[in-house]
């Protein structure tokens, strides 16, 4: 990033930012409004709200190019399915020619958070989300911001994988509508070049379904 913004310098270009916008899922049918999706759904609310069409293949995702307060970004939907995300998010920083350390923005589901929770991070390992596993397999660092949903924990005796490919309850449905729309303020304030401050106003617990 030094060596760019260096020659930036000497040479009097105009340096570019551009972010990417990730949020991580299964592609098809069969897995919408799962709770693996949920950085689907995510990236479908920030797509609304500013008028985005994520609809190009492109890079082994949907994608959408737009401005979000004043800054270009790309929003993207891996359709590699979860365990391949990194090829696709690989493509797209080659592509794009970004510093994820700071350029890229992923959001993905969390069971070890509470229904609806947030919780923003500069870095970080996998956790145990396979997704993540690819894409510091495919980055070869962990050193980007990301935005975990909270799912919530499987009930006791339910398989992970079909806890994590099932469906919100009602109630939960209501609240993770909600959650969408703070992901979308929180990713404005990180974009805004104040994660910090993203960090201290949404990294709260939340109320949780009675």
Known sequence: MWIR????????????IMYII???????????????????????KLADTFSIDVLE???????GKGVIDGKKVILAKPQTYMN??????RALVDYYKIEEEQELIVIYDDISLDVGQLRIRKKGSAGGHNGIKSILAHLGHDVFPRIKVGVGDKPKGYDLADYVLGRFSREEAVIMEETAETAVR?????????????MNT?????????
């Open 5 to 16: 913004r260096l020659k930036n310098h000497f040479y009097g270009e105009k340096e570019k």
């Open 84 to 89: 391949l995300s990194g090829e696709s998010i």
């Open 202 to 210: 949404y990294n709260k617990k939340v109320k949780q379904v009675e």
């Open 57 to 63: 293949k492109k890079h082994k995702a949907l994608i």
């Open 22 to 44: 990730v949020g991580l899922g299964n592609p098809t049918k069969e897995y919408e409004n799962t709770r693996h999706n949920i950085g689907f759904a995510v990236i479908d």
């Open 186 to 198: 929180a990713i404005r304030e990180i974009i805004a070049g104040n994660i910090d401050g993203a």
